[in-house]
């Protein structure tokens, strides 16, 4: 591994993230501005067995610590159940910033909005870090946690084995943000579609989508997260959001075969 190539790489998460922060807070004064959504396609076949949404907070809220300073909130992430048991968290690339030795990053935690205390914290990752997106392909954006911990199981999806949603289907986003007094925020779409690389949700309404990269989103036929949100796009009154495919990230996952400290990768 080119510990100086990844490090590169990474610092350029923070300026992105700055620059889609931006674009996420005039997304609401540009809606007009987006050409009209494709037609929606039709409701699929959907041979997987059916399950019931998750009823606790899987959407949640991730927290960066950098060395000397407070807890910060970033991007969301969220926690699976691999098929040995074993749990990782997951998140975005583009919300942290790492290898910085002047801005040392040594902890990543995840929480419920509106809570005090933390459902996880990490200090190391489960295999190298992916990069900020800066094309249309969604699984190079990509931060899987090692938990080294007991994980109350009301927090932690299973991923859907399919790999991906289907074209047509209706999905949830478990948002890390929340609703103002701290409890879920949950919000409804429709897959647009779906290649290897990224899945596109047409949302049943229009909302202010900032901070929200990182949060699951769930099929509500199986019950399963079949992604993560990656990145949005106005269509008129309405917005389609993108995601890493769930079955991209369940396979960086098991093939993982390093386990960096958060910390080393900020050392000189």
Excluded: C
């Excluded at 583009?94 to 929480?111: N, Q, S, V, Y």
């Excluded at 949950?186 to 049943?204: A, F, N, P, R």
């Excluded at 769930?218 to 079949?226: A, D, E, L, M």
């Amino acid at each position: 591994m080119n510990i100086k190539f990844v490090v590169r790489g990474l610092l350029l998460a923070l300026p992105v993230a700055a620059i889609i922060s931006v674009a996420f807070t005039l997304v609401t004064f540009r809606a007009q501005l987006g050409r009209p959504p494709d037609p929606t396609p039709p409701s699929p076949t959907i041979l997987a067995p059916r399950g019931e949404l998750p009823t606790g907070p899987v959407g949640l809220q991730g927290w960066a610590r950098h060395r000397g300073q407070a807890d910060s909130p970033t991007v969301h992430g969220f926690l699976i159940r691999l098929s040995d048991g074993e749990i990782v968290g997951v998140t975005t690339a583009h919300g942290f910033l790492l290898g910085d030795p002047d801005h040392p990053l040594e902890r990543i935690a995840l929480g419920v909005a509106g809570q005090t205390h933390f459902v996880i914290e990490f200090d190391t990752l489960r295999g190298w870090p992916g990069q900020p997106r800066t094309g249309a392909d969604m699984t190079v954006d990509y931060m899987l946690l090692q938990a080294n911990q007991p994980i109350d199981s009301r927090f932690v999806l299973t991923p859907d084995p399919r790999g991906a949603p289907q074209p047509g289907e209706r999905v949830s986003l478990f948002s890390g943000s929340g609703d103002r007094p701290g409890g879920q925020r949950i919000l409804e779409g429709t897959v647009q579609s779906v290649s290897g690389t990224t899945v596109w949700v047409l949302m049943d309404k229009f909302f202010n989508p900032g901070g929200m990269s990182g949060s699951p989103f769930v099929s509500q036929h199986t019950g399963q997260v079949v992604g993560m949100a990656i990145a949005v796009s106005p269509r008129r009154n309405r917005l389609l959001l993108g995601m890493h495919p769930i079955g991209s990230i369940v396979q960086l996952a098991e093939s993982a075969t390093e386990f960096p400290k958060i910390s080393a990768l900020s050392q000189n």
